[in-house]
Each structure stands twice: as structure tokens, then as C-alpha cells.
């Protein structure tokens, strides 16, 4: 059953380019409903999922001569959701976006390629199988990056190439010492090994390598330099599956899986996990203040973001792992809706410099709403989802007694809401810019794909407590298990 | 009874307000009755709660651990305070309907009106802090949307109101995280604390968050840009009164619930300084403005000072007149916005030059402004007499004699501010450049709300026993603060002592002041004085004054004062105003240009990070391990 999650994409990924040959239109069709089906598929496990149990597969039960697995608990349900939910919207508004890009059999079959590697990413069991598919997902992402094919792109596909290579580099040396010093790669049998006489020192270097890696694959300031250009750079689809998931499933995701489960989330990673957050919180924050434009300032918002995700995440207690696991779904849902807003003034305006673009709010009535939805999410007012999860995140951080931290989390979160309003000023309001006398709205399919995404945003913070019941909650419950089951602690507390 | 009634009050006319945004725009007269149903049911239901006696109705869900939940208490104190706001709330729908009749974006605006009313009242009802806050801070989205339908400049005003009151919550959630860890938990009615070490900051950073909401510096300069910029029914209904309301209950609920505030602590001074502070210098402000809602605006302010010095001063007699005051304010500066609203309509404009004798024309308009005039002046038998008495008599019990002394300064600026106004629109010769030649009374819905409120204003000043008794006396009833001032407790009886007489003669200083300065004025249309200049009394009055003070007015007024008045508007109003409007911008700036000159795009640079993030990394994690 779990193989469906990556043998579907795979397989339609192979017949994109055939069936693009059959008929204009297949693609499209076929996309949105593979993406539609990797929805439902994921929706229906959440009955077992959220009741406690876990799903396992293995390979050997099928008598494949492997030493690999899947499992299905709450946190990887909990992605696995949010890689259909917005991939599934992306293609939606991939339909209208991507005709003037042509190549649609490539795009869809690189796009379910991605999928494909960042399902097999949240499935997988042990550390080996997560690189081949962090490197599956990545190495599409890259071609996604350039696929506009102008300089630009392909400037900024490289160098998000050559940087994440070094934290490839990182993440690959740190599990060849790992397998040096156990002789094992999965997880549960390596948690059980971990700490037992082993050298701390040759593990504290390990667990660097995996913070850079895996937090260069976040966006984690200081690693965080490529980013903003190879968001932006992409179509604004692939910014939104970028921005919105690929970060989160090769950086948090794979990030927490290691140190939580295998580390069992040492004291000092904790420490070093709040620190890179707040960094990023801050730094990102502040450059955001200062873009032009549109899509730069969404980039810089997103490292901003993912500093919310890694506090919680660092935190460890289980308000905290919920908080982040609230605001990772929510910056999900409102982060892709922002890109593709920021994708349909460009399709509509020809131009994403906020300083060339003004008053067209009335010109576009969907799209600035959308856009304001998504502003009052992320800068956190309520009842938009956002609201619930840094909420969530400030009062787990006061309960630590990180007060300090938490004042810079609600300050962050002003600086924010600045910022948005900034843009929505240049971008929506006032008068109208020269030349943007004829602009008219986005086609059907990218107007309802945003107002989805803004429905779901509201949906979700004014639902909040049934959505954090049925999906952050089981996703919790398997993170502090890991902790707790695991209480091995290094360095002492 | 059913303590789920607590839900209407909240959700009736957030429904409502959800439902005027969708509705068609072909729907004719559709979002005023909507709005006017909504406000009804609410008023009817405040009424049915406040009637429910004993402790009171309380609705509790729980929600969440973490002690976050669903807590709704209606107790004395929220319900009178619910009460007031419902009974604001459909008077100003009724005077909307009509205002905004045939205005571009109304329909938004009726929208938003809805939705602000359900969540005010959701925020007083509240009894637990994180459910609190959720009303409180979605009162800023429809605040900016509110503002935001005004002229071409009211986005700037809008995103100004955003800033300012988003700082000035960020100190109220301190305040309360501080709280909450002090006390270990989020419902508000079980946290007592004394104001000392981390609670004195608890205290002074959730004061400061009320305050800001009611108005008071420095978190003002917001309302005088609204005054110009923002649609007039939105003055009238939030910050002359819903805002008046929440803030000074919240206030109210902090430093008499949550934090005892006894006489002549730093806590209490603190709060009679800002009060004294903002009293002195708003009214100052006021004095110099020559435009019809800007000058109440600057009242708007003011007021609030009398409110948070009655409280702040921590006696019985301050604390009921600071709430009494509260009360008081909402009803006479809303009556006073809405003819203001009235005579923009009407007349086309709001600057003093171009108005005058209007009441001959608006005789109905005329005389609830002149109510409420001598309401807000404090000029007996109105009720604003009543509630300041009141503080006077607070802050003289408190012995520092500077609180009172600055009360009865700004009394006198207020009176003479107010016979300008009065005199500039009201009476006079009718200005040539007034844009509408021949303004008449607006029609009745508009009419309505502003008789109602200025009867109320004279009601509850000559039957003022009435609120004192069942309204705000039993705020106060069986409180620590009582001890001591057993005998004290009935309010209403009217005491002709000194204080009385010192508050008179400011009047007549005022008075006073302003014969001298339309005297000086002649010439000019709106500071014409003939009507009263040829009173027998005043004639003698002013000669007296001219004779006696001729020099210490010139260098009062034009040089002091007005320099002082001036200095005051320039360096300290406008220069808080550049803190918000430059310094933060600057800042940020600055900080971002850094940033961004690293970022430059360079890969060997971005790989330097890297391997510098990564070497701290092995430091910390591998190098430092024991």
C-alpha cells in the first residue's frame, strides 16, 4: 500500500512525455488527477493514523532482496498530506500558468519526479533510502529551477546546485561515519545503538554535518544564501512546491527525523536548533523589509518562516513540536498561496517589481484578496490559520522559559505583518501604475487554485482545534515518542 | 438561564457582518436592516443578560489544555459595560443607514461595523486572556478596514492606526505572558497579583496595552489623522466610544481585579501622571485646531486623561468617577462627532472659517451639540459636571495637589475650546465660502441617535444617583479598595464644597478667556462674537478683563500659550509621530541595506557562511563535548 505513494508519481513521471505526444490537453488532466489521487489516498489514511497506529511495509515481505522499508506514522502522514494538498493546487494552476513555458510532458513528468522523491523521503526507514530520495527530489527540483531556460535561471539553478552540494556532501559523510561506527543504517536499530559506548565527539561531528546539511536544505540562516534566488527564479508553481514543500520535507523533515529518532534530540542540538532559528526568524524578517521584489520578498519570508518551525522544533516539548508542526502545515497552505499570487500579478502585470506595480487591487479583485488572506495568515492575525500555530509556538516558548525568544517571535511577527503591508500598498493599493491601464484578471484555473488555498487558510484557523486533533496531534504524539522512547541524552541535561 | 445566551452578543452580528459582505449589491436598503436587526438583538439580549442577577451568567468550554478555553462571564462589571456598548452600537447603525447612504464602498463599511460590534463584544465578555486577545487583535483588521474607506491619504492612516496599536498590544501580550507566569494561569478573573518586581511590569505593560486602545499618549497620533482622513461615523463609534469603553475596562479590570492599586503607590502615580500628562497636553492641542473634527479628536484624547487619573488615583470617589467619566464620555462625544458628521453633510465642509450661524439652520443639530458641549466642559447640571467632580475630588484626596490642579487646567481649555467650536459654527454670521448655502437638520435617522444620546447626557446628570447606583456602584462592591471609606459610598449625594466652587471658576476663566480672544479676533468670520459680546454682564466681565489683563493674555495666549500649545504639537506630538513614522522606518532600513550588501550574490561568499556556520556547528556540538 505505502509503495503506491511513490510508485504512482514515478510511474506517471515515465508517461508524461509519451502521453504529451497523444493529445495537448492529456498532461494536464493526468497530472491534476494523479496529484487528486495521491490526495484522497493520503486523506483516507488519517482514520487509522490518528487512532495510534503506524503502517509498515518491507521489502523483504514481498520477497524483494532488499533491506528497505517503509513506515507511515503521524509525522510523515502529516507531510505526506501537505505534498499532495499543495502539489495538487500547483497543478491546478500549472494548467493556465505553465501554457506560455510550453513543455508540459517534461514539466509534469520533473514535477512528479519531485513528488515522487519527497514521498519515498517521508516514507523511508532508514538513512540511506533518505539520501537517494532527498537527491531524487533535488536533482528535479534543479531542472525545475531553470526550466524559463533564460540566464537568470539558469544562473540561479546552478548555484542552488553547487551549494546543495556541499550539503549533499555533509549528509552523505555523516551517515558513511554512522555506518562505520553501527554497521546499520535504519533508524530503529541505530536509536538503539546510539550512546552506547561510542565516541561523543565523532557523533557531535556527525550531527553537524547533519545541521548544516539538512539545514542548508531548509534554508537555515547562515545556509541560506541560495534561496532567495532559486524561489524566485522558478515558475511560480515550482516557487510555491519549493517554498512551500520541498524545504520542509528535505530540510525539517529529514532534519527531525534523524535527530529525533535516532538522536533522540540532544541537549545541545536543542540549543543549537533555537539559536539557527532565531537567526533565520530575524535575518529573514529584516532583508524581506527591504525587496522590490515580489517573489524575492516571499523568499526572504520563507527563511523568516522556517525559523518559527525550527524554535518549535528545538524546543522538543510537546507544545512546541506542536506549534511547529501546525505553522510547517500552515506556512505551507499560505506560503504556496503567496507565490502563486505573486506568479498571477506577474502573468497579469508582466512585471513582479513592486516599485513598477501599484493600484491594481481593482484590476485583479481575486488575486488581491487572495493576497490578503494570505498577509493576515502569515503576519499571524486571527482567525487565519497562521494566528494558531505562532501562538502556539510564543506560549510553548514562554513555558520553557525562553522569554527572550519569545519576545523576538512576536516582534518578528510585527516586522512581518510591516512587510506584507508594504507590499500590498506598492503592489495593490493606491493609484494606478503607468501601463497597467488593460490589465485583466488571471484565466479560471489560477484564479481558483489561489482562492482554494486562501478558503483552505481561513478554513483552517477558524477549524483549527478539529484540524490539530485529526493531523498535528498524531504527528506530535510520534515526535515526543521518539524522545521520550528514546532518552538517551549525550551531553547530560 | 441559559448561559449560551452569551453567544449571541458575539456571534448575531459577526453573522451579520459576514453576511452583508456577500450580499449583492442590487439588494436595496439590505445592509441597513441587517445592521439595525443585528444591533437590536443584541441590545435586547445585553439587556436580558445584564437583568440576570447573582454571579452572573458564565459560559465555560474547555478547549484546549494549556489552560486556554472557551470562558464567557458575564459578571457586574463586563455586563454593564456590554450594556453600553450594545446601546452605542444600534444608535450609530441607525445614524450610519443614513450617512453613508449613496458612499462608495458602504456596504464594506456596514460589513465591518457588524463585525467590529460582535467582536468588542466577544472581548469584554471574555474571561480568559488567549480568548481575549483573539477579539482584541481581530478589532485591528476591521479597524484598518474601517479606516481604510475614507479619502485617498486613509490607507496611510489606516496602516498608521495598525503600527501604533499593534506596539501597544505587543506590551498588553507581554504583560499577560508576564502575568501568566506569575499567577500560572490564563483565566483572567483568578489572577491577583501584587504590582511589585515582575508584576509591576505585568501591571504597567497590560496598562499601557488599555490605555493605548482608549487613546491616551502617547499612543494617540493616530486619531487626529482619522479625524480628517477616515469616514466620520467610524470617530464616532470607535474612538469616542467603543475604543473609550474596552480600554478603560480593561483598565478598570486590571488595576481593580487583577492588580490592587492603593493611594499614592508608583503604581498609582503612574497612572495619575500619564493621566495628568495627556489631559494637560491634548487639550492644549485642541485649543489650536480650526478644524471642526479635528479639535474633538484632540478631545477624544483628552478625556481620557480624567478617566485614567480617577482610576490611577486609587480612592473610591476617583475610581467611580473615572468610570462614571468613561460612560459619560462615550455618550457626549459621540453625539458630539455625530453632528459634526451632521453638519459635514450639510454644510460641505468642517473647517471653522467657512462655517457659522448654522443655528438658525439646524436648530435640532445646534442644540445636542450645545448639550453635549456643556456636557464635556463639565458645566452643571450635565452629567460630565458629575463624573468630573468625581476625579477632582479623587485626586485631591490623594493630597498631590499637582493631579487636580492639572484636571482643572485642561477644565478651562476645554470650556474655551468648546466656545470656540460652538461659537465659530453654531453662532455668528454664515460664512461666504461655505461650500452648501442653505443647510437644513438632517433627516431623522440621523437625528435620532444624536437627541437620544444628548438626553441621555442630560439624564444622567440630573438624575445621575441612577448609573452611580445600579450601574457602576456595584463595580466596586465588596473590594479591598472600600475599606476605609465605608461611610463615603453614596456617590450621588452632591457635596457644594470648595472643590465645587474651584471647578466654577475655572469655567468662568474659560469663559473668560474666550470673550478676550474673539475680541482680538474681529474681523475674521469664525471668531465673530456679537451675540454675546452685547450680553449687559459679559460686557463688564470683559472690560474688567481687559482692563486688568490685557498684557498676561497676550503673553499668555499668543505667546505662551501658544508658543507652549504650538511647541507641544510640534516637538512632542509630532516628534512621537516621527518615532513611528521615521525612526522604526529608518531603522529598519538601515538594517536591511546592511544585510542586503552581504547578500551579494557572490557564490564564493555564500560557501564562506557555510563553512562558517558549519565550523561554530563542530564547535559547539563536537569540539566543547565533555
Not at chain 1, 487512532?51 to 511495509?57: C, F, N, P, S, V
Request: hydrophobic share 55%; charged share 10%; proline share 4%.
Amino acid at each position: 500500500m505505502l509503495l503506491l505513494f511513490i510508485v504512482i508519481p514515478l510511474a506517471m513521471a515515465a508517461l508524461m512525455p509519451l502521453v504529451s505526444r497523444l493529445w495537448k490537453g492529456l498532461p494536464d488532466i493526468l497530472g491534476v488527477a494523479t496529484m487528486a489521487a495521491m490526495l484522497a489516498l493520503s486523506l483516507s489514511q488519517i482514520r487509522l493514523i490518528s487512532a495510534g497506529h503506524r503502517i509498515l511495509w518491507d521489502a523483504a515481505a514481498i520477497g524483494l532482496p532488499l533491506k528497505a522499508g517503509l513506515m507511515l506514522d503521524g509525522f510523515s502522514l502529516l507531510l505526506l498530506i501537505t505534498i499532495s494538498l499543495i502539489s495538487l493546487f500547483a497543478c491546478i494552476y500549472s494548467i493556465n500558468y505553465m501554457e506560455h513555458y510550453g513543455a508540459k510532458g517534461s514539466y509534469y513528468a520533473l514535477f512528479l519526479l519531485m513528488v515522487a522523491g519527497m514521498n519515498g523521503l517521508v516514507l523511508t526507514v532508514d538513512l540511506f533510502n533518505m539520501y537517494v530520495f532527498l537527491e531524487v527530489a533535488a536533482v528535479a527540483s534543479y531542472a525545475l529551477v531553470a526550466f524559463g531556460q533564460k540566464h537568470d535561471e539558469v544562473e540561479a539553478a546552478f548555484k542552488y546546485l553547487m551549494l546543495s552540494v556541499v550539503a549533499t556532501t555533509g549528509i552523505l559523510l555523516a551517515m558513511s561515519f554512522i555506518y562505520l561506527m553501527t554497521g546499520t543504517m535504519n533508524f530503529k536499530e541505530l536509536a538503539s545503538m546510539v550512546g552506547t559506548g561510542m565516541n561523543v565527539k565523532l557523533i557531535g561531528l556527525c550531527l553537524a554535518l547533519f545541521l548544516m546539511g539538512f539545514g542548508l536544505k531548509a534554508a537555515m540562516v547562515p545556509f541560506h544564501a541560495w534561496l532567495p534566488d532559486a524561489h524566485p527564479s522558478a515558475p511560480a508553481p515550482i516557487s510555491a512546491m519549493l517554498s512551500g514543500v520541498l524545504i520542509k520535507v528535505s530540510g525539517i523533515y529529514a532534519l527531525t527525523r534523524v535527530v529525533y529518532d535516532i538522536f533522540g534530540l540532544p541537549a545541545s542540538v536543542s540549543q543549537a536548533m533555537i539559536w539557527l532559528g532565531v537567526a533565520s526568524m530575524v535575518i529573514g524578517a529584516v532583508i524581506a523589509l527591504g525587496q522590490n521584489d515580489f517573489k524575492r520578498m516571499l523568499a526572504y519570508s520563507s527563511i523568516s518562516q522556517i525559523g518559527y518551525i525550527v524554535v518549535g522544533l528545538g524546543l522538543g516539548t510537546p507544545l512546541g513540536i506542536m506549534g511547529a508542526l501546525f505553522h510547517l502545515f500552515n506556512h505551507a497552505t499560505f506560503k504556496s498561496l503567496l507565490f502563486l499570487d505573486a506568479g498571477a500579478t506577474e502573468y497579469a502585470t508582466g512585471t513582479r517589481d513592486l516599485s513598477k506595480l501599484g493600484g491594481v487591487g481593482h484590476k485583479l479583485p481575486i488575486t488581491s484578496l487572495t493576497t490578503t488572506i494570505g498577509t493576515f495568515s502569515i503576519a499571524g492575525i486571527p482567525p487565519f490559520n497562521g494566528f494558531w500555530s505562532k501562538l502556539l509556538i510564543i506560549v510553548a516558548l514562554v513555558e520553557a522559559n525562553h522569554v527572550g525568544v519569545a519576545a523576538i517571535a512576536i516582534g518578528t511577527s510585527i516586522l512581518t505583518l510591516w512587510y506584507f503591508l508594504l507590499m500590498q500598498r506598492k503592489a495593490f493599493f493606491g493609484k494606478l501604475a503607468v501601463g497597467l491601464e488593460k490589465v485583466k484578471e488571471v484565466p479560471f484555473y489560477m484564479a481558483l487554485a489561489t482562492f482554494c488555498l486562501a478558503t483552505l487558510c481561513l478554513l483552517v484557523g477558524l477549524f483549527y482545534p478539529w484540524v490539530t486533533a485529526k493531523l498535528i496531534q498524531p504527528g506530535m504524539t510520534a515526535l515526543s515518542n521518539a524522545i521520550g522512547a528514546n532518552g538517551f541524552s549525550m551531553f547530560g541535561q | 438561564m441559559n448561559p449560551n445566551i452569551l453567544l449571541i452578543p458575539i456571534l448575531v452580528p459577526i453573522i451579520a457582518g459576514v453576511l452583508t459582505f456577500i450580499l449583492p449589491k442590487s439588494v436595496k436598503w439590505g445592509k441597513e436592516i441587517l445592521a439595525l436587526i443585528a444591533t437590536a438583538i443584541t441590545m435586547y439580549y445585553a439587556a436580558v443578560i445584564f437583568k440576570a442577577g447573582g454571579e452572573g451568567l458564565r459560559l465555560f468550554v474547555p478547549w484546549t489544555s494549556f489552560g486556554i478555553n472557551f470562558d464567557l462571564w458575564a459578571y457586574h462589571f463586563p455586563k454593564f459595560i456590554l450594556l453600553a456598548a450594545a446601546g452605542f452600537e444600534i444608535l450609530l447603525a441607525l445614524y450610519t443607514a443614513s450617512f453613508m447612504d449613496g458612499k462608495e464602498r458602504s456596504k464594506e463599511y456596514f460589513a465591518y461595523f457588524l463585525l467590529t460590534a460582535g467582536l468588542a463584544n466577544g472581548a469584554i465578555l471574555s474571561n480568559n486572556f488567549v480568548l481575549m486577545l483573539f477579539f482584541w487583535e481581530s478589532l485591528l483588521a476591521t479597524l484598518y478596514g474601517m479606516i481604510s474607506i475614507g479619502n485617498k491619504e486613509a490607507f496611510k492612516t489606516a496602516t498608521k492606526a495598525l503600527v501604533i496599536s499593534g506596539i501597544a498590544d505587543f506590551a498588553m501580550i507581554l504583560g499577560i505572558i508576564f502575568a501568566w507566569h506569575l499567577s500560572g494561569t490564563l483565566t483572567m478573573s483568578e489572577i491577583h497579583l501584587e504590582p511589585m518586581g515582575l508584576g509591576a511590569a505585568a501591571f504597567v505593560l497590560m496598562g499601557l496595552g488599555a490605555m493605548a486602545k482608549a487613546g491616551a499618549m502617547p499612543f494617540h497620533t493616530w486619531i487626529p489623522d482619522a479625524a480628517i482622513d477616515a469616514p466620520l461615523p467610524f470617530m464616532a463609534y470607535l474612538p469616542a466610544a467603543l475604543e473609550k469603553l474596552l480600554g478603560i475596562y480593561m483598565l478598570g479590570r486590571i488595576s481593580l481585579e487583577m492588580f490592587t492599586i492603593h493611594m499614592n503607590s508608583s503604581m498609582s502615580i503612574f497612572l495619575m501622571a500619564i493621566g495628568a500628562i495627556t489631559i494637560v497636553l491634548a487639550v492644549m492641542m485642541a485649543l489650536v485646531q480650526k478644524d471642526y473634527k479635528k479639535l474633538l479628536s484632540f478631545h477624544a484624547i483628552s478625556q481620557v486623561g480624567y478617566m485614567i487619573l480617577g482610576i490611577g488615583t486609587g480612592v473610591p470617589a476617583g475610581i467611580v468617577g473615572g468610570l462614571f467619566h468613561m460612560l459619560n464620555h462615550a455618550m457626549y462625544k459621540c453625539t458630539l462627532f455625530l453632528t459634526g458628521g451632521a453638519v459635514e453633510k450639510q454644510a460641505g465642509t468642517t473647517e471653522l472659517k467657512k462655517l457659522g450661524g448654522l443655528f438658525k439652520l439646524m436648530p435640532i443639530t445646534g442644540v445636542a451639540f450645545w448639550v453635549a458641549a456643556f456636557a464635556i466642559s463639565g458645566v452643571p447640571p450635565f452629567n460630565g459636571f458629575f463624573s468630573k467632580e468625581l476625579v477632582f475630588h479623587g485626586a485631591v484626596e490623594t493630597g498631590k495637589m499637582i493631579f487636580p490642579i492639572a484636571a482643572w487646567i485642561g477644565a478651562i481649555f476645554t470650556f474655551a475650546s468648546f466656545l470656540k467650536l460652538g461659537h465659530a459654527t453654531y453662532f455668528g454670521q454664515q460664512s461666504s465660502e461655505m461650500p452648501n448655502k442653505a443647510p437644513k437638520d438632517p433627516g431623522l435617522a440621523m437625528t435620532i441617535p444624536m437627541l437620544v444620546i444628548a438626553l441621555g447626557c442630560i439624564l444622567f446628570g440630573v438624575y445621575s444617583k441612577l448609573p452611580l447606583k445600579y450601574l457602576i456602584q456595584p463595580v466596586l462592591e465588596g473590594r479591598a479598595i472600600l475599606e476605609g471609606h465605608a461611610g463615603h459610598m453614596e456617590f450621588w449625594v452632591f457635596h457644594l464644597n470648595w472643590i465645587v466652587w474651584v471647578s466654577m471658576a475655572c469655567l468662568v476663566i474659560a469663559w473668560l478667556i474666550h470673550q478676550y480672544g474673539v475680541k482680538k479676533g474681529q474681523g475674521q468670520a469664525y471668531l465673530a462674537s456679537e451675540p454675546i459680546h452685547n450680553l449687559p454682564v459679559m460686557h463688564t466681565l470683559y472690560d474688567w478683563a481687559e482692563a486688568r489683563a490685557f498684557d498676561i493674555y497676550e503673553w499668555f495666549v499668543n505667546g505662551l500659550l501658544k508658543g507652549a500649545a504650538w511647541t507641544v504639537f510640534k516637538v512632542v506630538d509630532r516628534g512621537i509621530d516621527a518615532v513611528y513614522e521615521r525612526l522604526i522606518v529608518f531603522v529598519g532600513g538601515v538594517a536591511t541595506g546592511v544585510l542586503k550588501e552581504y547578500h551579494n550574490g557572490l557564490y564564493a561568499n555564500y560557501l564562506a557562511w557555510v563553512v562558517g556556520g558549519f565550523a561554530l556547528l563542530v564547535i559547539y556540538l563536537a569540539v566543547l563535548v565533555k
